[in-house]
Nanobody, 127 residues
Framework: QVQLEESGGDSVQAGGSLRLSCVHS????????MAWFRQAPGKEREGVAS???????NYVDSVKGRFTISKDNDKNTLYLQMNDLKPEDTAVYYC?????????????????????WGQGTQVTVSS
């Protein structure tokens, strides 16, 4: 059973930074997608960032230039560095994993159905 555990959520002022971590059990997919999602109160969950098997990253437009997704395969850890945080970034952030999707190359779309999820970590940004 794949397990993912997020940490690093906190309450910060607008303009501040946080780094989220997601420690996961060994993933046995031949090609793995990992991603961060978030869900704000009263809103649908949205994909924030994903990282493809060979390291390419995808971001939702609202976080481009502010958030950076990365992974350390040796430590089985996924990260999300969040800079210049805004009140609209307030949400529960979830780590997710899945096998990658092959469409001529290995892709990790934010709209795809990831099938392994962590419990989430709360990020609150005050103005």
């Amino acid at each position: 059973q794949v397990q993912l555990e997020e940490s690093g959520g906190d309450s910060v002022q607008a303009g501040g930074s946080l780094r989220l971590s997601c420690v996961h059990s060994k993933l046995t997919y031949s090609k793995t997608c990992m991603a961060w999602f978030r869900q704000a109160p009263g809103k649908e969950r949205e994909g924030v960032a994903s990282i493809e098997p060979y390291g390419d990253a995808n971001y939702v437009d609202s976080v481009k230039g502010r958030f950076t997704i990365s992974k350390d395969n040796d430590k089985n850890t996924l990260y999300l560095q969040m800079n210049d945080l805004k009140p609209e970034d307030t949400a529960v952030y979830y780590c997710a994993a899945s096998a990658a999707w092959y469409r001529g190359t290995w892709l990790c779309p934010l709209q795809a159905p990831y099938n392994r999820w962590g419990q989430g970590t709360q990020v609150t940004v005050s103005s």
